[in-house]
């Protein structure tokens, strides 16, 4: 399976769609697609993952790095995720207590930071 990237301006906000598997092979994909939103000034992120299907450790990594380098430039990264086996993944690991995740887009675009 391979990883798909789109990313769309709203607002002030930029929403990442990912779709596919993150994983070892595909992360790297991700990071330097939110390495290079940040290095153009993209400090207020949103990442839809309604269309991702897995998700492992090298995963969080990479989005916990994106999270660093956005609060690095005092900005924010919101996830969008209802698929009960990922958010399971974050409740595991404690995540959620780190990442905002909301239920739309929209939700996490209304949400203040």
């Known amino acids: 399976?391979?990883?798909?990237?789109?990313?769309?301006?709203?607002?002030?906000?930029t929403v990442v769609v990912v779709g596919g598997e993150i994983d070892?092979?595909?992360?790297?994909?991700?990071?330097?697609?939110?390495?290079?939103l940040v290095s153009a000034g993209s400090y207020h992120l949103v990442v839809d993952m309604e269309g991702v299907e897995f998700l492992d450790s090298t995963g969080l990594g990479v989005l916990v790095g994106g999270l660093k380098r956005v609060r690095a430039h005092e900005g924010s990264l919101h996830l969008v995720c209802t698929q009960e086996r990922i958010l399971k993944i974050f409740r595991i690991t404690g995540?959620?207590?780190?990442?905002?995740?909301?239920?739309?887009?929209?939700?996490?675009?209304?949400?203040?930071?």
């Open 24 to 36: 070892v092979y595909t992360a790297p994909k991700l990071r330097e697609q939110l390495i290079d």
């Open 1 to 13: 399976m391979d990883l798909s990237l789109t990313t769309r301006q709203e607002g002030t906000h």
């Open 95 to 113: 995540l959620t207590k780190v990442f905002p995740i909301h239920s739309s887009v929209e939700e996490a675009l209304a949400a203040r930071d």
